[in-house]
């Protein structure tokens, strides 16, 4: 956890002698850091480049950025987003619910908090890598969700509402999707995703796809758990029904960058960006907002998950998207807004070789 929380100075280091800044980060996380795979893409309208064309099909687990991989499904699945949630929830919910809508789930306005933090919750959060348990392994299904929605503090936060990242209410949004629509999560996905964009490795259910499993990282230990030594395998931790489209996507840099490309993302961008002046760590809608050392506003996701770690940049005025994918667990990945800088401080190709702009 130090090391990723201190990390930043010593990739600045790292890309300071490196000519090649994806390759340079890449070998950063791989050497210095010692996570065993990982992956850079950098995207705008000039193309995709990444820090190795052979990995650009690898499978990760991308956790909380499969909510924003998961945005254009929301958005095109045809239900009109100001729906209150009650009425398409597959379960009953306490009345306080009757004013929230599908919109106010997606961009985090309910009061739901982030995680229902029930009996052991960080005993499970730090060690659930190492005995195969995780932390939202007591509501997995949608009937235990319900059950936590109705306990009385709950209530009282949905209540009194207010702007809070929550993976419970993106959860509870992709429950209340499938259940009006009649689709599960994955057909969804195909359809809405999938099929129009052209994606190839992107999926909630790899072991349905043979050709994806071949393409799987292994499930490995970073950071966290704190008692399992680094690059050592850990269980898999495939969250239930109620809350895969909150973190339990898989996909590749090439995928992610078609994605987080299209007009749908930027236009979730551009909304944050007119959400006004925000605070440092501020969250805009399922990001969050990082001002460069020019003062320029990014807009970030961090995403952790046991066997897999995650980072997207975009950066507005450039209309450019960076991606990092790492197959160990480790949060959060400050350091990677080194990356960011040192692409806007030096003109670069996609080579890695020449000096211009690509």
Not at 5 to 18: F, K
Not at 141 to 162: N, S, T
Not at 226 to 241: A, H, I, K, Q
Not at 247 to 265: H, L, N, P, R, Y
Request: glycine content about 10%; aromatic content about 12%.
């Amino acid at each position: 956890m130090l090391l990723a929380l201190g990390g930043c100075a010593s990739l600045e280091r790292r890309l300071e002698r490196e000519p090649d800044v994806l390759q340079g980060a890449v070998r950063f996380y791989t050497e210095d850091f010692g996570d065993p795979s990982c992956v850079v893409a950098v995207a705008d309208s000039g193309g995709v480049r990444f820090s190795d064309d052979s990995k650009a099909h690898d499978l990760y687990r991308i956790a909380s950025l499969g909510k924003l991989m998961y945005y254009p499904v929301v958005v095109k699945c045809g239900l009109d987003l100001d729906t209150k949630v009650a009425e398409v929830a597959p379960f009953a919910l306490p009345p306080e619910w009757n004013r929230w809508t599908l919109k106010d789930l997606l961009y985090n306005q309910t009061g739901l908090p982030r995680e229902f933090q029930g009996t052991f919750f960080w005993f499970k959060a730090v060690n659930c890598g190492a005995f195969g348990i995780h932390i939202y392994g007591d509501y997995d299904e949608p009937e235990e969700f319900a059950d936590e929605l109705w306990k009385p503090k709950y209530r009282r936060m949905v209540e009194a509402g207010g702007e809070t990242y929550s993976n419970m209410g993106f959860g509870l949004l992709g429950m209340c999707i499938s259940h009006a629509t009649g689709k599960t999560s994955e057909e969804l996905l195909e359809v809405h995703l999938a099929e129009p964009y052209g994606l190839d490795d992107t999926t909630f259910e790899p072991e349905s796809h043979p050709e994806m499993m071949a393409r799987l990282t292994p499930c490995l230990a970073g950071s966290l758990p704190w008692d399992t030594r680094r690059g050592r395998p850990v269980p898999e931790n495939r969250l239930g029904l109620a809350l895969r489209t909150t973190g339990g996507m898989f996909s590749s840099a090439s995928d992610m960058a078609k994605v987080f490309t299209s007009e749908e993302i930027w236009r979730m961008v551009d909304e944050a960006e007119r959400s006004g002046r925000l605070k440092e760590g501020d969250v805009a809608g399922l990001l969050r907002v990082h001002y460069l050392k020019d003062g320029s506003p990014i807009y970030y996701r961090h995403g952790m998950i046991y066997g897999g770690s995650s980072f997207v940049a975009f950066e507005p005025d450039l209309k450019r998207v960076t991606i990092v994918l790492r197959n160990a667990t480790n949060w959060p990945d400050d350091g990677a807004y080194a990356i960011v800088e040192a692409l806007r401080s030096r003109k670069w190709s996609r080579d890695g070789s020449a000096v211009r702009e690509w």
